[in-house]
């Protein structure tokens, strides 16, 4: 079972895994930590991750970056607009309202929803993660920004089943550095409270969380974010400041064309980089635009000015998580930044005086959340054994359940089920007093986030029929999942029927008391119902148990004695459960019907992928071959062709190359196999002639070696030989002469022959020879010495032995006589002796043997 934490972050994405001895963050085909989050469609097929980072530049258009701006939002949302103005490739609205991206994909225009493309990115995270652990990765732990609503959690989800994963959690980003953070701390507290603050400044987002530690565990105590503050900000800020000054110094546009643009931000961040470090610096880009080389130089109070708008937003999400979390900054003990814009030394002014201490850098800024998720995955898999850490994580939003009443002229109702801060995952059960079919929408309340959309869901109840014709009793259960999205589970109608029992089927079967078929019970099973008859004590604790639950306990439910006849107990109350079926409709989910086409769809573009990946290396072996060969010609082959044949394969090699980079630039995988193949025919035997005569001279040393050792095994004085008989030993030596003059032999012809002729003489042949000269040789030279006879002592004369006589026939008389004379004291003991050899000798019957 994998255990894979994976952070999805706007620009870059990390890959963790758990092993034995801790979490590891794994390195992508170029050896790097990070993996760039860019999805580049080519005219052939996807370049994703790192190489879809070294085809942008060439590719902006068709090159698709901050995905999770995308995801799971309205197109017509301001901040997704404000982001549209920065992004080189083509973003319309689609048909349901959210945003479609336009490519140039196989030869044609084709447009991707940000689902899939987030599937591409988590599909190449996936294969990097599979190649470190050299197995297959199903389950992880995706880690996701906490103010990511129902829908982009749902979103995320879809987006993981399209790439071949199984989330065990959607884990808040927030809540990983937590965990990463205390779960090795062996010094927490038991009973006083340790705050820490995290402050995570990433790539487009700020996200605050107050977290408190005691020995075992953590909790949420707040958390507070700011969606578009982040260091894109950052570099936007002097995007747009050397863009004006180049356009008056240079009279160059970058905004007019893509590929500036994009070279100009890449230059904006290094420069952010060397800002953060460094007082001043440079910005140097050649060729820019029009082929004009550009310029420019700035300070660090510079460049804080020119991001005061950015840099005063900063302090809003810590004042407002300190104040949810009911602390002031001398109860919080520790602040830790992380993220990769709290590099910016700005940021950290702002922290430090805000909260009256310096912050501190306890963990990797850019990992810390990939290593908490892979934490978490470990903790829910049954694979690792891991310390044990209770995570108690609250919900961001509160989220409530509105429905209009029976009567029409009537106000919807609405109340909070999961308030805020609620833990995840929860089960709440809700009770119904409806007629007929009802709707009961989920709406998120009070987020003070006015891009979060209010309706999430709505769930249709029904249809159902009560038995008595009045009011239903239903319970509705609703889940907040372990992923934070929110579902109804289940209804369920109860009603309550009364049911008389017999006295006289009390008394005369009291086992079968408990259970009891009735005719009103339900003969289709497909109807959902579930009677049960039970005795008046568990009916009582069933009915307590719904009480319980359900909150409070209608005086009709209880059992009210009935007057019947002598032969009748008083009538007892039954709860029929009927389930009723319940419709989903989330506004802006992915339809199952499309979930699974987008699953085919991303299986035949991997495919195409795979096919082209091979493609190109059986091409690169084509011209690998060519360029080896023509270089081997002209050196170690040159005396192992002949001049003829050399000049037509260099003709040759020639014709390839130039077709490959003409006619055979772009022809399928079988067409390069091919044209290796039809080079190798020639090429081959050269190589193999060269190879002989460089491998030919071990071989026949090895031999040579083989056979004069036997022979001098043999022709040997030893005494470790002397019990091999000679005609054996002569068979040896006329074994190793017999294989000696076989080498003079072909070694002769060998040596007459040209280098660029094909061999006599193989080392094939020669290892052959020496195999079966040491199988033929080697049982006979080591056969082992006989092992010596052992001395026989003389013999020795045994002891005279006393002559026994048969005894003659007794009669039945002489038996008791004889039986009786055993049972008494022998006299002497040569009596008794002759006695003991007689029973040993004769046993007539059983008597007598049992009597001995």
């Known amino acids: 079972m994998s ?91 689609g048909p349901d309202g959210f945003p479609l991206v336009h490519v140039r994909f ?76 205390g779960i090795y701390k062996t010094d927490l507290p038991e009973h006083d409270q340790l705050n820490v603050a995290f402050v995570d400044v990433g790539h487009a987002s700020m996200q605050v969380s107050i977290v408190g530690y005691k020995k075992g565990q953590l909790k949420m105590l707040s958390h507070a974010y700011d969606r578009s503050l982040g260091g894109r900000d950052f570099d936007e800020a002097l995007f747009k400041h050397f863009a004006a000054k180049f356009k008056e110094e240079y009279k160059i546009d970058v905004y007019q064309n893509a590929r500036a643009c994009l070279r100009l931000r890449v230059a904006c961040e290094k420069l952010k ?80 005086e805000f909260f009256g201490k310096e912050p501190r850098r306890t963990m990797n800024a850019s990992e810390c959340v990939a290593r908490g998720c892979a934490l978490q995955c470990a ?75 209010e309706k999430i869901s709505t769930y249709t109840i029904g249809p159902f ?155 690169n072996a084509v011209e690998a071959y060519v360029y080896d060969m023509r270089n081997k010609l002209y050196d170690r082959y040159t005396d192992f062709v002949t001049p003829e044949e050399k000049e037509g394969l260099i003709a040759t090699l020639q014709e390839v190359e130039d077709w490959l980079y003409e006619d055979g630039e772009d022809e399928t995988k079988g067409v390069y196999i091919a044209k290796l193949e039809e080079l190798k025919k020639i090429g081959d035997p050269i190589e193999a002639r060269y190879k002989e005569w460089m491998e030919r001279g071990s071989a026949v040393d090895q031999l040579v070696y083989c056979i004069h050792s036997f022979r001098e095994a043999a022709l040997s004085n030893d005494q470790k030989f002397e019990h091999i008989d000679i005609s054996e030993k002569q068979k040896v030596i006329n074994e190793c002469s017999e294989a000696e003059n076989w ?10 022959l040209p280098k660029h002729a094909n061999p006599v003489l193989l080392v094939s042949d020669l290892k052959k020879k020496a195999e079966t000269l040491d199988r033929f040789c080697k049982p006979i030279m080591t056969k082992p010495k006989p092992a010596p006879k052992p001395q026989t002592p003389p013999p020795q004369t045994p002891p005279p032995q006393p002559e026994t006589q048969a005894p003659e026939p007794q009669t039945p008389e002489q038996q008791q006589n004889s039986a009786g004379s055993a049972g008494e004291p022998a006299s002497d003991g040569g009596a008794q002796e002759a006695s003991g050899d007689q029973m040993d000798t004769d046993k007539p019957d059983n008597s007598t043997e049992a009597s001995a």
């Not at 080498?743 to 007459?752: F, H, I, N, S, V």
């Open 273 to 352: 980089k060397v800002l953060s470090a460094n007082p001043e610096a440079p910005l140097n880009i050649e060729c820019l635009m029009d082929e004009k080389d550009v310029r420019g130089f700035i300070k660090r109070e510079e460049f804080e000015q020119i991001s005061a708008p950015v840099l005063e937003r900063v302090k809003g999400p810590l004042e407002k998580a300190l104040s949810e979390a009911g602390l002031t900054t001398d109860n919080v003990h520790f602040v830790e930044v992380v993220g990769s814009g709290s590099r910016v030394p700005a940021i950290i002014k702002i922290i430090t």
């Open 465 to 619: 029929q009560p038995s008595k014709g009045e009011k239903a009793k239903l319970k509705v259960k609703v889940r907040l999942n372990i992923h934070g999205i929110v579902t109804v589970d289940s209804a369920t109608m109860l009603e309550e029927e009364d049911v008389e029992v017999p006295v006289s089927s009390v008394n005369e079967a009291p086992k079968d008391a408990t259970k009891m078929d009735t005719d009103d019970a339900p003969s289709d099973p497909s109807s959902g119902t579930d009677v049960n008859m039970q005795e008046p004590k568990s009916a009582d604790t069933a009915e307590g148990a719904a009480a319980s639950e359900n909150g409070t306990q209608d005086p009709e439910e209880k059992s009210v004695p009935m007057e019947t006849d002598a032969k009748v107990e008083p009538s007892k109350k039954k709860v029929k459960k009927t389930v009723v079926p319940v419709h989903e409709l989330v506004y802006g989910a992915l339809p199952a019907a499309e979930l699974e086409k987008a699953v085919e769809k991303e299986y035949e573009m991997a495919l195409q992928d795979r096919v082209m990946e091979e493609t190109k290396e059986k091409k």
């Open 743 to 752: 080498l003079r032999e072909k070694k002769q012809q060998q040596d007459a």
């Open 106 to 181: 196989l030869g044609e225009e084709r447009t991707f929803t940000p689902t899939q493309l987030l599937a591409m990115v988590l599909s190449n995270l996936k294969g990097i993660a599979e190649g470190n652990l050299n197995a297959a990765v199903v389950d992880c732990c995706i880690g996701i920004p906490v103010y990511f609503s129902d829908l982009q959690r749902r979103a995320v989800l879809d987006a993981a089943t399209i790439a071949g994963l199984r989330p065990l959690r959607l884990f808040h980003e927030t809540t990983a550095t937590a965990l990463a953070y």
């Open 3 to 93: 255990v894979v934490g994976f952070d999805l972050g706007n620009e870059s994405c990390i890959v963790a895994v758990a092993r034995q001895r801790g979490i590891d963050v794994v390195l992508n085909e170029e050896s790097k930590r990070e993996t760039p989050a860019i999805v580049c469609f080519g005219d052939k097929q996807r370049f994703i991750g790192t190489a879809g980072a070294a085809s942008s530049t060439m590719n902006p258009k068709n090159s698709i970056s901050q995905i999770k701006r995308l995801l799971g939002r309205k197109f017509s949302d301001p901040e997704l607009q404000s982001d549209l103005g920065s992004f080189p490739f083509r973003v319309t609205e």
């Open 379 to 453: 903790i829910l898999s049954p694979t690792f054994k891991v310390r044990e850490f209770q995570v108690n994580d609250g919900f961001p939003f509160s989220i409530a359940l509105s429905w209009k009443p029976d009567s029409q002229n009537s106000a919807p109702q609405q109340t909070v089920v999961f308030p805020k801060g609620n833990a995840t995952p929860s089960v709440k059960a809700l009770t119904f007093f409806r007629s007929s079919t009802f709707e009961v929408d989920v709406l998120y309340v009070d987020t003070g986030d006015s891009q979060i959309p």
